[in-house]
């Protein structure tokens, strides 16, 4: 494509566009619209600030700071990410932009970071997330010996209301094979918990390198990535522009002499409309405030569909874990896939100390697993909002309060296609067998529960599995909590329960693991599987059990200390 033709093309686009606006409609946009009155509602801005180097800003402190702040606040930025940034900006940034919470990671420390701190002079990455709290997690990543230490640095919080994990990065050419992404992105993952994910940076990396693949790519747990300028048609190559491609490996150049290094990628399936402008903060004319360009980028919010995975509460398609903690403080934790669990997030706050927690099944009809909830004796539908964030709770229609005995959701125990409720109650095991959601609200059907399950039940603490042998019905585990042996009963519909075989693996003995709960399988390869607490002295620890054809394998530690601390799982 000659270059005349690519700029025939590109003009073209903006007098659509023109054409379009004089008309009192638009039909085809601009390339990127990033202006703050117009922007896709999440905000975010990357920049390497170089704070050490010769290319470093000539402002003094003050005023540099006045400069970041004002474009912080002038893009009504949710997450800042900052590379090359020497603490004593940082903890001038973080005096200066009130409502924020800055976290800080440092790499070594640099003697042209004396110019912004005569007392301390490291130098490292910040991230800023707009709200009075966010949780901190710093990972160095492996170098060769000999170089720079390089650092991910993520801070995890509300972002337009949402639980988001907001990370920066400068990575280096001489890791290698990749520059590091794929040990960023797998630090990032196991962090997010399920959240979605916000990635920018300094990556040395153009976009067309094969390096980033990784990113594209994505983990199960965050899914692929979308770039924020990957559909800013100003800037395609002659190829995308011949193809009439919607996104390209291409993009605005980030530093002064022309190269595209700083990116910022979002999860795919959390965000869509993305946007991304570079710009230079200082008017021109002026010296630069860095060798590089500030890069904003917006985008909007994407709820996640559910996955369709049994105890899959984020969409990854992966069984995660609740844990009501005895200061009644409900969290969560997303499974990794091989039977593992991430960090933990806390998805409720106060009241669940005493509560039943269970999640198998969509009450809402919105395709997405919820939980359910007996707090005292009422029973609550927590609707799950897409990454394992709770909606308001909801009542359960038909028969809301009154429950004195042990709930639990168990899945589609009838083969209705609907989710249902199994309740261990002195006299036994009952099933309230689910109705169709009425106007997004949960209910029961409109019959009266039904015994599945005699006396010998009220001993039994109920577990999960879901479907194991393929029928279309769920089906139960039990464990004798004198004895400790786990036997499977498979389902017969609303009809009584008949125990099919004690499982392999046993006892698993009350005094040794107190809490047990199944989400199925957690590992992929079709068999149930096991969560348990396990003792360890004053403390205990969390243990994966895997299904085998026989019942359960040998015991993996996956959690260590702190599980003494947890009142129920779910």
């Not at 009154?402 to 639990?408: C, D, K, L, R, S």
Request: glycine share 14%.
């Amino acid at each position: 494509m000659t270059t005349l033709r690519r700029i025939a093309l590109r003009w073209g686009v903006r007098l659509t566009a023109a054409l379009a606006l004089l008309a009192g409609t638009v039909t085809v946009a601009a390339a990127d619209t990033v202006d703050p009155a117009t922007a896709p509602p999440v905000r975010t801005l990357t920049y390497n600030v170089c704070g050490a180097w010769d290319c470093q800003s000539h402002l003094d402190l003050a005023t540099w700071t006045g400069k970041l702040r004002d474009q912080t606040l002038a893009w009504d930025t949710d997450a800042l990410m900052l590379q090359e940034l020497c603490f004593g900006q940082w903890a001038a940034l973080r005096d200066a932009l009130p409502g924020y919470t800055g976290v800080w990671t440092s790499a070594r420390s640099h003697d042209g970071c004396a110019k912004w701190s005569a007392t301390d002079t490291r130098f490292g990455l910040g991230v800023f997330l707009k709200g009075p709290s966010a949780d901190r997690y710093a990972a160095q990543l492996t170098v060769p010996a000999g170089n720079t230490a390089r650092y991910v640095l993520c801070a995890r919080g509300p972002v337009d209301g949402r639980t988001t994990l907001a990370c920066t990065t400068h990575l280096a050419q001489y890791i290698v094979p990749d520059f590091g992404t794929s040990e960023t992105l797998a630090k990032i993952d196991s962090w997010a918990a399920g959240v979605p994910v916000i990635l920018g940076g300094d990556f040395n990396a153009g976009p067309d390198y094969s390096q980033l693949d990784p990113i594209r790519a994505g983990l199960p747990g965050t899914g692929p990535f979308a770039e924020a300028d990957e559909n800013d048609t100003e800037y395609f190559t002659e190829e995308c522009l011949d193809a009439h491609a919607t996104a390209c490996r291409s993009g605005q150049s980030t530093t002064h002499d022309g190269k595209k290094f700083d990116h910022v990628f979002l999860s795919a399936r959390d965000f869509h409309t993305v946007r991304a402008e570079a710009i230079e903060p200082e008017p021109s004319g002026t010296p630069h405030l860095s060798d590089h360009k500030l890069l904003r980028a917006a985008a909007h919010p994407e709820t996640r569909a559910g996955s369709g995975t049994d105890g899959d509460l984020t969409g990854d398609g992966r069984p995660d874990v609740l844990a009501a903690k005895d200061d009644g403080n409900l969290r969560l934790y997303s499974g990794t896939g091989g039977g593992g669990v991430g960090v933990q997030r806390q998805i409720g706050t106060g009241g669940w100390a005493d509560a039943v927690v269970s999640h198998r099944g969509d009450w809402t009809g919105d395709g997405r697993e919820d939980v359910l909830a007996r707090i005292g004796t009422d029973l609550w539908v927590y609707p799950n909002t897409g990454s394992g964030e709770l909606g308001a709770r909801v009542p359960m229609g038909g028969r809301p309060t009154g429950w004195t005995n042990t709930p639990v959701g168990a899945g589609d125990v009838d083969g209705d296609g609907l989710p249902d409720v199994v309740v261990r109650s002195v006299t036994g095991l009952w099933l309230h067998r689910g109705g169709a959601p009425v106007d997004g609200a949960p209910t029961f059907a409109p019959r009266a529960a039904v015994q599945i399950g005699a006396a010998e039940w009220a001993g039994y603490d109920v577990l999960t599995p879901g479907d194991v042998d393929h029928d279309g019905r769920a089906d139960l585990w039990a464990r004798d909590r004198a004895t400790g042996v786990l036997k499977e009963y498979r389902s017969h519909g609303a009809q009584a329960l008949t125990a099919t075989r004690t499982l392999d693996g046993g006892p698993l003995t009350t005094a040794d693991r107190r809490l047990a709960v199944t989400a199925g399988d957690a590992n992929g390869d079709g068999l149930a599987d096991l969560w348990t607490t396990r003792t360890a002295g004053t403390a205990e620890n969390l243990e994966f059990l895997p299904g085998t054809a026989g019942g359960l394998g040998t015991p993996t530690t996956i959690g260590t200390g702190g599980w003494q601390w947890m009142r129920a799982l779910g």
